[in-house]
Every structure is written in C-alpha cells, then in structure tokens.
C-alpha cells in the first residue's frame, strides 16, 4: 500500500525539485533529438523509420546475433535519435538474410525484442530494400580502366554489369543493399587511384526517406 | 571485514556481468547487454525501456509483453536485487570520489552509534533526528512498541520520491515523442555503448566522438548528480513499485537474537548499514520502505549478533 499522506509529506521540496528538473531534461532531449537524424542503412525490418525509432531500445541483440557481422552501431555523427541504433557495417560483413546461418530467416528480426525489427510475413531477400549500392567513379579501379570487376563477381543479385569499356553499373532495380559489393572492394587496399579516398568505391547508401 | 566480504561479492558479480557482456560482443551468441539480456532469440527486458517502447510505438507487442510479464515476476521475487547483484553503476561508482566520501561517512556514522549503544543510554537523539524526529521510547518490549504504538507491518509501506516523478516522465516523455527518450541517457545502457566502443575502438580502430561523448555524459550523471541511484534511477524506481508487492527475501530479524529486543539496546547498525535507507528493526522510522531493498547484504553481515536473514519465505512468528 502506498501511503499517500505520508508521500506527500515526504516529498520535500528537493525531491520535488529534483524529479521536475529530470522530467524537463528529458522533455528538452525528447524535443532536441528531433533535430540531427541522418538516415542509415538499418538491418532488414528497420526500414519503416517511425516504427523503427519509436521501438528501438539499443539492446544490441540484433547486433551480436548477425552471423555475418554485418550490424554495427550508428554514432553521434549519425545524429542524436540514432546513437546506439543499429546501423549497417558493411566493411566488416554484410547481409545474405541469413541465408547460411539460419536458412534465410533473419536473425536479427528474429532476436529483436520490440520489433523494432518487423518484416512482412513474405519478405525475400529482393523486397527488402536496406540501401541502394553507389559508385564513387573517380576511386573505382574500373572506372579508372585498371581493370576491376570484384564486386561484378560478388554480389548474389546480379545487380552489377561491366559496360562496354568494363566499368561497373550498378543496376538500381535489382540492388537491395545487401553490401555484398562494398564489403569486397578493394580500392582503399589496391593503393589509391588518386590518392584522396576516404571510403570505398563502391557503397550502399541508404533510401532517401520516402 | 565479513562486510567488506559481501560488498566484494557484490562487486565480482557485477564485474563478471560486464564480462559477460563483453564476451557476447565478440562472439555471435546474442548475449546482448542487460537492456535484453538472453541467449539467442530468447532474452529478458529492460522494464523501462519496454515500457517506453510500448508507450512510444503505442502498440502491445506481444514479444514484449511476455519478456516484460516474465521480468516483472522476477522483481516479485527478487525485489530491487539487480541493484546490488547485475547493474553495472554501483560498479562504476566505486570509484567516484563521493562514493568512498560516503563510504567514510557511513563508518563514522556507524562508529557514533557502537559508541552511543556502549554507553547504553536511553536516549538516541541523534539518530532520531535524521530519521523524521520521533523518538524510540519504550525499548524494552517487543517490535510492537516502538514509534507510538505502530506496529512492523508499516515496513510495507511504499514511499515516493523524485525517481518515481522522473519515471513519470520517462513514460510520459516517451509517449509524447514517440521514442524511449530516456534511452538515449540511462548511465547502464551507457556503460556498455561505452564499453563497446572501446572495444571496437581497438579491434577495427573505429574512432568516434561518441567515445567521447558518452563517458562525459556518464561522468556528467554520476559525479555532477552524485546522487544517481538514490534520487534519479527511474530503473530502481519502477522496481521498488513492483516489489511492493513482494513478500520473498524481505529482511527478517529474530526477535530473540536482536539485541534491541532480547536486550533492550539502543543498537541501530543494521540501519545504518542499510545502504536504500531501511531500518529493518523500525520500519515506520525508516526513510525507506522495505520494497527498496536489493537484498545486498549488508544488514546481514553488519548485525553483531547475526540476527538478520532473508528468508525466501516470509516466516510465520
Ligand atoms: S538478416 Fe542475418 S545477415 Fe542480414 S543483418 Fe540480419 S542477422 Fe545479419
Ligand atoms: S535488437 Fe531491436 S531493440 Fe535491440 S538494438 Fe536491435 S533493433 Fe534495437
Ligand atoms: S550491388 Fe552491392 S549492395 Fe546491391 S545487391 Fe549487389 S552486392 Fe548487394
Ligand atoms: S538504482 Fe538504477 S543505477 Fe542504481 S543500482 Fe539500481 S538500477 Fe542501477
Ligand atoms: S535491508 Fe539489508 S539487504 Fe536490504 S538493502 Fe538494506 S542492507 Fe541491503
Ligand atoms: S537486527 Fe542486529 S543490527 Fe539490527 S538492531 Fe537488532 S541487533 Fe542491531
């Protein structure tokens, strides 16, 4: 039994000030959070971005349980809402479903407990869209003519095609982000084409928020 | 020397958590942290941050219900225990500078009163003036006559304090924004982003600002507040709630062992060893009630004359 008179009593006027100034800190970041959000590539499940932040607990089950080490964690350079979230890391592993470890059922959807992570009851591979692969031409090797198609060769979905001249295109309709491309780019390895890379050639990016 | 034996304890329980944790981070178990602590697909939950989580995506979830449902019995019975045996605060804490000024305090304190039990006198106004002024009078009869004819069952009352007003606002805050905002903030959940962020500083070399951020924020909440666990913890608020209801492994004392009613002393180190603020011998005195207990212990160990249990079932006298 919660004793009501005595609470009140109680409840001296540090208490008081002490439980006001921490609801008004967290109505002040509530409102603040609001501000810096970049969209990231989120693990498959997590590409309705409401549903996503609203449940989202940063438990970092889905992050441990991704056989692929393919999930990392977004930073504040990610924006506030999102540090601590799960955020694709494509150069440590990247996403096949889940098709080696668990015969293609995410894990990561699996293990979330909020479902912050939801898929479709018939989601596959090909409807899922976590990003959209992007060439950066001028670090490619293949764009530079010195004759590159590793990530041609690597990515399950056949979304990638040599041109004429063999350089990479990547096929918008048929990537779905799985990473497999970054993952496999070797143009930050191979010594720079132009010396200035930050990154990969190759990218997933994610959609613009739709 | 047996006291400083269970807080040791204490400490490499909680120490073999973080472990625990750390080793989940390399490996592919699922471990998580203990925001959704579990092997697999199967894992416990956060109450806070599952009861932010329904509240901001305003939808009963029922993976979330039964993971809440199955912590919330385990509060039931263990009360606040995850306070003193799992969170890894009390942990860090050990190291702060107020935590060892408290530490010297509380000896201090409990030297004042062996002093004022040996002089045996009938008066303990100190010690009634910090616990609400009242004044134990008739010390020889039995639990039943202290503080004016008040019986023990008052020790289950709850009292509210600025943790249950910001888990008010913890809610409240994550239904109007529609995320868990206190998430974002909660000093356990940082701990390990910050212990993961090391780590993956030296594994992939990984540099971010947040691993700078995040100990400011840590250090900014532990130290500046000082007071994390005793007036902000809306985690040991929601517990201390929900063990209101609890009636496993309360502290119970052997009438005929206590020296207060075998022998009429004035003894009151069970209470001031009571880390939460609970007189196990005066419940109605007691700043808190005993649904803050975390079973850590130390009245346990602290009791002369080793009355103190906590039985996992209430015992009938
Ligand atoms: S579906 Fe499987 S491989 Fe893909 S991110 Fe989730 S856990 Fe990793
Ligand atoms: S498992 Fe779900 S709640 Fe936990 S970090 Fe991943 S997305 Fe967030
Ligand atoms: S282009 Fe890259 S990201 Fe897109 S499907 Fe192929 S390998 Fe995956
Ligand atoms: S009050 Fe909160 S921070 Fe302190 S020990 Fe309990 S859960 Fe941890
Ligand atoms: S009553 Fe005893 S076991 Fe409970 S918190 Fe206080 S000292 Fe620890
Ligand atoms: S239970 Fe032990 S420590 Fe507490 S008042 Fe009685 S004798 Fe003293």
Redesign the pocket.
């Known amino acids: 039994m919660v004793d009501m008179e005595q609470t009140a009593h109680g409840m001296m006027r540090r208490t008081f000030v002490f439980g006001t100034a921490g609801c008004l800190v967290l109505f002040g970041m509530g409102g603040l959070a609001y501000m810096g959000s970049t969209e990231v590539c989120r693990?498959p499940g997590?590409q309705d971005d409401d549903h996503?932040t609203s449940?989202?607990?940063?438990?970092?089950?889905?992050?441990e349980i991704c056989p692929n080490s393919a999930i990392g964690t977004a930073h504040i350079e990610d924006g506030l809402l999102n540090v601590r979230?799960?955020k694709m890391a494509y150069s440590y592993g990247w996403c096949d479903f889940c098709e080696e470890a668990n015969a293609g059922v995410p894990l990561?959807e699996s293990?979330?407990?909020?479902?912050?992570?939801l898929l479709p009851e018939d989601a596959r591979p090909e409807t899922v869209i976590i990003g959209k692969a992007v060439i950066n031409r001028s670090w490619c090797l293949g764009w530079q003519l010195m004759g590159c198609r590793i990530c041609v060769d690597a990515c399950p979905y056949q979304a990638i095609e040599l041109d004429g001249d063999k350089r990479p295109m990547v096929k918008e309709d048929l990537c779905n982000g799985c990473g497999a491309c970054e993952n496999v780019c070797v143009s930050m390895e191979n010594g720079s084409v132009n010396g200035e890379e930050s990154g990969r050639a190759i990218v997933v990016e994610p959609l613009e928020s739709a | 020397m047996r006291r400083m034996k269970v807080r040791n304890l204490r400490a490499l329980v909680a120490t073999f958590v973080v472990l625990a944790v750390a080793i989940g981070y390399v490996t592919v178990t699922g471990l998580?942290n203990v925001?959704?602590a579990g092997v697999g697909l199967v894992s416990s939950i956060c109450p806070v941050g599952a009861l932010s989580?329904l509240l901001a995506s305003k939808t009963l979830i029922p993976r979330t219900l039964v993971a809440l449902a199955v912590v919330a019995v385990l509060i039931l019975i263990f009360g606040r225990a995850f306070c003193a045996w799992i969170c890894p605060i009390p942990l860090v804490q050990r190291w702060l500078p107020d935590h060892r000024r408290r530490a010297q305090e509380l000896e201090v304190e409990t030297k004042s009163v062996i002093e004022t039990v040996s002089r045996s006198t009938s008066e303990d106004t100190d010690a009634d003036a910090r616990t609400g002024g009242k004044r134990i009078e008739d010390e020889k009869g039995s639990c039943a006559s202290c503080g004016e004819g008040t019986t023990c069952t008052a020790g289950a009352k709850m009292k509210l304090d600025s943790r249950h007003l910001i888990l008010g606002g913890t809610l409240l805050s994550a239904a109007v924004f529609g995320f868990p905002v206190f998430c974002l903030v909660c000093p356990i959940g940082l701990t390990f982003a910050t212990l993961l962020l090391v780590m993956r500083l030296f594994a992939f070399g990984e540099t971010t600002w947040t691993l700078l951020v995040f100990p400011v924020i840590l250090i900014l909440e532990l130290v500046v507040f000082r007071t994390w666990c005793r007036r902000i913890c809306p985690l040991g608020a929601l517990m201390s709630l929900i063990a209101g209801a609890s009636k496993t492994f309360r502290p119970h004392i052997d009438d005929e062992r206590c020296l207060v009613t075998s022998k009429g002393s004035l003894c009151r180190i069970c209470a001031k060893a009571c880390p939460e603020g609970i007189d196990v011998r005066h419940p109605d005195l007691s700043r808190h009630g005993v649904n803050e207990c975390s079973k850590c212990l130390e009245c346990v160990d602290a009791c002369p004359v080793h009355a103190i249990s906590l039985p996992p079932v209430p015992s009938r006298k």
């Open positions: 693990p997590g996503f449940l989202c607990i940063h438990c970092e089950k889905c992050r979230t799960p990561c293990a979330c407990p909020t479902t912050a992570l | 998580g925001c959704a989580a």
